[in-house]
């Protein structure tokens, strides 16, 4: 029997505190945040509906709440822009839950770290090929190119094995990140031989950081279950997909794109002032204006 190497499911570890965005995340969802006119977790929504995928799973926290009545129907808001026949703001309302997208939401009841949070999913994922995505990680393809999971959507079905997005990264930047390290076998694929969860730079076996985009086989589940918790003290997603080496192996795929680490205020507002320049409404004024106001 041929594997499956469809992807229609997503997760999205979404439960985190957001404490780097204090106070403003004190009350709103950090995945909420909004660059230039969208929130963070929609770009990442969006990006997996591109890549193919329609069933989109949130592992939430208690204070999350606000993600799930973001892809819900909001029926007074509906009738308010409809009764003011404000048609193009109605669609685009209405465009933020197309009809063939199916939401499920699931909590991580504490904070055990990312392998954790994908486990959580479990029940939802079955016993299938899955997607992770990582919102703090607004990703960007190549301008007029796919998206980083649709890229990585179209590498799994010639590699059919648990796949994650990597870059190369600055050596004092390793420990922030699983850094991998294999054999070359494709344009821009190496078949991962190692896999560290933050080295030290000292330590590190490459430079090649992993970034927020992952499709995983549903064995990494059990991995992920019977794994020690490691770095932080926390069970880590990394350490689950490196003991797939052994057994089914692990591709690394150097996407076509960009990332922003929106997990932080510097990436954060990187991201602002790219989209905003890129943006239909505002690009050409705001454009403007910078040359006005920056040195």
Do not use: W
Request: charged share 25%; proline share 6%.
């Amino acid at each position: 029997m041929k594997k499956l190497t469809k992807i229609h499911k997503a997760v999205f570890p979404v439960a985190g505190l957001g404490t780097r965005f204090l106070p403003a995340t004190k009350a709103i969802a950090k995945e909420m945040l909004p660059v230039v006119d969208k929130p963070l977790m929609q770009y990442a929504v969006e990006e997996a509906y591109a890549a193919g995928v329609r069933h989109m799973i949130f592992v939430t926290g208690r204070s999350k709440r606000a993600i799930e009545d973001h892809f819900d129907t909001a029926y007074e808001l509906e009738h308010e822009l409809e009764a003011a026949n404000k048609s193009d703001l109605l669609r685009l309302v209405r465009s933020i839950m197309p009809d063939d997208m199916v939401c499920s939401y699931v909590r991580q009841p504490r904070a055990l770290g990312l392998g954790h949070a994908v486990l959580c999913a479990e029940p939802l994922v079955g016993d299938e090929p899955f997607a992770v995505l990582l919102p703090d990680d607004l990703m960007c393809g190549p301008e007029g190119g796919p998206g980083v999971l649709a890229q990585m959507v179209d590498v799994f079905q010639d590699y059919p094995t648990s796949l994650v997005a990597v870059q190369e990264v600055p050596l004092d930047h390793v420990k922030r990140y699983g850094i991998v390290a294999g054999d070359r076998v494709g344009e821009r694929i190496v078949k991962v031989r190692q896999m560290v969860e933050k080295p030290s730079p000292e330590t590190a076996p490459s430079r090649m950081g992993v970034s927020g985009r992952y499709v995983l086989t549903p064995s990494v589940f059990n991995e992920i279950r019977n794994n020690p918790r490691g770095a932080g003290g926390e069970i880590q997603l990394t350490d689950g997909i490196a003991k797939l080496m052994a057994t089914e192996g692990v591709h690394a795929y150097e996407y076509q794109g960009k990332r922003y680490d929106c997990g932080s205020k510097q990436g954060f507002l990187e991201a602002t002032v790219d989209l905003a320049l890129k943006h239909e409404e505002v690009g050409a004024s705001f454009r403007d204006y910078l040359k006005k106001t920056v040195c």
